[in-house]
């Protein structure tokens, strides 16, 4: 065991406050990745969950945030059955409206913006999400009914076998969905033919995104550039990984969450070199005849930067152990709240990177205070 890493073990209740920092560094910025990209996940939980393996969106469209609609020729779907390995097409025509629920005893009614998911009721359908129980298919079977998560049914006050109404037409609460909360609008699921009922099914000539099935997923990345060589500029295929990435990168290029994620980086540097960086100097200065000890010895100067720079390494990796224990906690909090949560890899690798620079740094900054560990100083 080297020197630094034993210092640190013994001396731990020293370096404590480093860690903390360090650790609430990471945290302040990994929160809110995680909320953020959990804003993406619940708002497209019913596609994630849903049995395609593959998604058609026009040709210009990148991403399903903020996207302006995404609306393609109803001939498409015959057109996507040619592909040999595609078993089952299903568009995917989404939309919103105005709800207004019916209070009881008096009660001030709520009056929203809602987003309605639209989700096939037979057995097994392509856009049906697989954790959909038989209950809430066939709950869904109901003419005018809807499922709503069960974090939006205060927000939207009501409850399982109430009535509201969607632009002036009455729809029954008929089933309670977990998992499915969406922080921007309030959002409720029904059927394609409630939808139809509703009369905001996509007319026109046009349907909204397709949902394909194939025969084989592994293969869904082969039978993706198939479609897309058949394509000739109409639409773009995506499998299903590939566009949760590209919504999830969608929601991290917006200006103000770059806004906030780049203050919370700076933030989090100065409060993490500034208090890992004073910790560490007093802790060397604490040790400052342990380290006079070790020159008197013949240790030089360089193999002691040397012990400063490594503890600050360790100092580093303790943090990052914190903050995956701190990160953990918020997740559990925040999943029990009906919040998810997502943590992409890269900002995950770039925030660990971010804490050992910061470890580092700071281990620049209190190499200044071995010029006190002078071995005259023992004498005295």
């Given at each position: 065991m080297s020197?630094?890493?034993?210092?640190?073990?013994?001396?731990?209740?020293?370096?404590?406050?480093?860690?903390?920092?360090?650790?609430?560094?990471?945290?302040?910025?990994?929160?809110?990745?995680?909320?953020?990209?959990?804003?993406?996940?619940?708002?497209?939980?019913?596609?994630?969950?849903?049995?395609?393996?593959?998604m058609i969106l026009p040709a210009k469209m990148e991403s399903l945030i903020n996207s302006g609609g995404g609306a393609l020729p109803e001939r498409l779907q015959p057109q996507i059955y040619m592909n040999p390995e595609v078993v089952e097409v299903a568009s995917m025509d989404n939309d919103g409206g105005r709800w207004v629920n019916h209070p009881k005893n008096g009660a001030k009614a709520v009056t929203t913006y809602i987003n309605i998911n639209m989700v096939d009721t037979r057995?097994?359908?392509?856009?049906?999400?697989?954790?959909?129980?038989?209950?809430?298919?066939?709950?869904?079977?109901?003419?005018?009914?809807?499922?709503?998560?069960?974090?939006?049914?205060?927000?939207?006050?009501?409850?399982?076998?109430?009535?509201?109404s969607i632009s002036g037409?009455?729809?029954?609460?008929?089933?309670?969905?977990?998992?499915?909360?969406?922080?921007?609008?309030?959002?409720?699921?029904?059927?394609?033919?409630?939808?139809?009922?509703?009369?905001?099914?996509?007319?026109?000539?046009?349907?909204?995104?397709?949902?394909?099935?194939?025969?084989?997923?592994?293969?869904?990345?082969?039978?993706?550039?198939?479609?897309?060589?058949?394509?000739?500029?109409?639409?773009?295929?995506?499998?299903?990984?590939?566009?949760?990435?590209?919504?999830?990168?969608?929601?991290?290029?917006?200006?103000?969450?770059?806004?906030f994620l780049g203050f919370s980086v700076f933030l989090g540097f100065?409060?993490?070199?500034?208090?890992?960086?004073?910790?560490?100097?007093?802790?060397?200065?604490?040790?400052?005849?342990?380290?006079?000890?070790?020159?008197?010895?013949?240790v030089s100067m360089g193999s002691l930067r040397l012990i400063v720079m490594e503890l600050s390494f360790w100092v580093g990796i303790v943090g990052l152990v914190t903050t995956a224990l701190f990160t953990g906690g918020v997740y559990l909090l925040a999943t029990r709240g009906g919040l998810p949560m997502g943590f992409p890899a890269p900002w995950v690798i770039g925030v660990s990177i971010l804490l050992l620079v910061i470890s580092g740094a700071s281990g620049l900054l209190a190499l200044g205070i071995l010029k006190k560990s002078q071995p005259a100083d023992l004498l005295r």
């Open positions: 020197l630094a890493l034993a210092t640190l073990l013994y001396e731990w209740r020293r370096y404590t406050a480093a860690v903390v920092a360090l650790a609430f560094s990471g945290l302040l910025i990994l929160a809110q990745v995680g909320m953020f990209t959990g804003i993406v996940k619940g708002a497209t939980a019913t596609i994630d969950r849903s049995r395609a393996d593959i057995a097994g359908a392509v856009n049906l999400p697989t954790d959909f129980t038989d209950d809430v298919r066939m709950a869904l079977m109901e003419p005018y009914a809807v499922a709503i998560d069960e974090s939006q049914l205060g927000r939207l006050g009501v409850k399982l076998g109430d009535d509201a037409k009455t729809v029954h609460v008929r089933a309670i969905l977990h998992g499915y909360p969406d922080i921007n609008n309030a959002s409720v699921t029904m059927s394609r033919d409630s939808l139809r009922l509703m009369g905001k099914l996509t007319q026109g000539g046009k349907t909204g995104p397709l949902m394909v099935r194939i025969k084989d997923p592994a293969r869904a990345d082969i039978v993706r550039d198939q479609l897309n060589r058949t394509a000739d500029g109409r639409y773009r295929a995506w499998t299903r990984s590939e566009l949760a990435e590209a919504n999830q990168g969608a929601i991290m290029q917006e200006q103000i969450i770059g806004i100065l409060i993490g070199v500034g208090i890992t960086s004073q910790t560490l100097r007093g802790a060397i200065l604490s040790s400052i005849k342990e380290f006079a000890s070790l020159r008197a010895l013949g």
